[in-house]
């Protein structure tokens, strides 16, 4: 895997969850890699698909505070957008491997090209289903916050 | 049309221009698009968190890396 250079860069991302179908396909496992390597540059953050499924409060909560979900399956079975959907929860971005070229066993090896692949599909927003991320933030952030804690707009200290 | 993208050369900075490229790329048009890395000449811009983005000398994104479809929405605003 790709090493990641840690900065302070991106203090304005959305806060970001991801769901991973980790499946044992070989898809799976590069989505597995691939959603460790967001959470590592800050795209978003990991979360356990298999929590999810059970209906777990505290995981269903936070997803709904997040700015978007974002649901990763390797396969057209959709196994991690159906966990989702099931506890009521609906991506703003959902990727499929299969239909970003790459493709599914038999052999359950990958390549860290593979897991590049994957990463830079979900920073481009291949997988976006919707603008409501966008709008939200030319309407009410405007990029004017400074980084700070206050979650507040601080552009009159500019 | 000018496009700047200003970071000292991390990841997120480079995803950032891979997607400015990548949109200029779809959306067909023809762009200078320039890289700047000095963190003189970032904080000279006024930018307090980076990776930043301007388009013709506005800012457009400061903190942040828009997508590709984001992008192209700024492009044609």
Known sequence: MTETQKCS???NEPKRIIFPCAGQANVG???NLAAVQLTEEGYGTISCTALLAIGAENLIANALKSDE???L????MLCAKKIAEAQGLLPGQHLILTEI???KGPSKSYTDKDIETVVT???KGEGRLDTSLISHKKNDEKDTRHGCSCSSNCSSIR | MRIEVLGT????????????EQAIKDSNITAEVIKIEDLDAIIERGVMLTPALFINGTVMAEGRIPDVKEIKAMLTE
């Open chain 1, 9 to 11: 860069c991106g203090q």
């Open chain 1, 29 to 31: 496992q590069i989505i």
């Open chain 1, 69 to 71: 979900i974002v649901i």
């Open chain 1, 73 to 76: 399956d390797g396969c057209p």
């Open chain 1, 101 to 103: 070229g790459l493709t």
């Open chain 1, 121 to 123: 599909a979900c920073w």
């Open chain 2, 9 to 20: 050369g991390c990841s997120k900075c480079k995803r950032l221009f891979a997607n400015v």
